[in-house]
């Protein structure tokens, strides 16, 4: 008595369109993921490697000011991400207390929604009038460095008609 031959599933073939998202996924992870968790990771190692440099090279003046400088970066920079994300839910919740879910009278979208569409509207006309903006700013500034220079250029030619050279 034989047993039946039992057949080998068939192995799953992507599609090319699959393929070319998981190589734009692989792509993205590599440029937005690893590298710069790869770079802060490299930072972080030569903080910690000139903090033990500092700390056990006794020959070298300031060094208790020096290790003192490198544990005080080390330490903002452990602190600073954390204030950041304890902050995240304190500012939800006080946006949830005051736009949370209420429609004002007479629209179907919420009044955060609403708000967020106006923050964007202005951001848009602050982008399209950027150019006048800096332009209308800048000019006094232009002005008064151009009023310098031609100030210094005439004091200079004076100074060399007055001079032996």
């Known amino acids: 008595m034989t047993m039946p031959a039992v057949s080998e599933p068939k192995t799953f ?3 090319v369109a699959q393929e070319d998202r998981a190589k734009a996924l692989r792509r993205f992870n590599r440029l937005f993921v690893y590298l710069p968790i790869s770079i802060v ?3 972080v ?3 910690i490697g000139l903090l033990l440099w500092g700390s056990f090279s006794p020959n070298i ?3 208790r ?10 330490i903002i920079l452990t602190i600073a991400p ?7 839910f304190p500012a939800g919740l006080i946006a949830l207390m ?8 007479g629209s179907k979208y919420g009044r955060m929604q609403t708000v967020l569409w106006k923050l964007h ?3 848009d006309r602050l982008q399209s009038n950027r150019q006048v903006i800096l332009d209308t700013a800048a000019r006094p500034i232009i002005q008064g460095h151009a009023k310098v220079t031609y100030y210094q250029s005439i004091l200079k030619f004076i100074g060399r008609l007055f001079s032996r050279s």
């Open 121 to 123: 509207n202005f951001a």
């Open 41 to 43: 990771g490299l930072g």
């Open 61 to 63: 003046t300031g060094t």
């Open 45 to 47: 190692l030569i903080v």
């Open 65 to 74: 000011d020096f290790t003192s400088a490198l544990a005080d970066i080390i």
């Open 13 to 15: 073939e992507p599609t």
């Open 82 to 88: 954390m204030m950041l994300v304890c902050a995240i």
């Open 98 to 105: 005051v736009y949370g879910g209420k429609k004002p009278e």
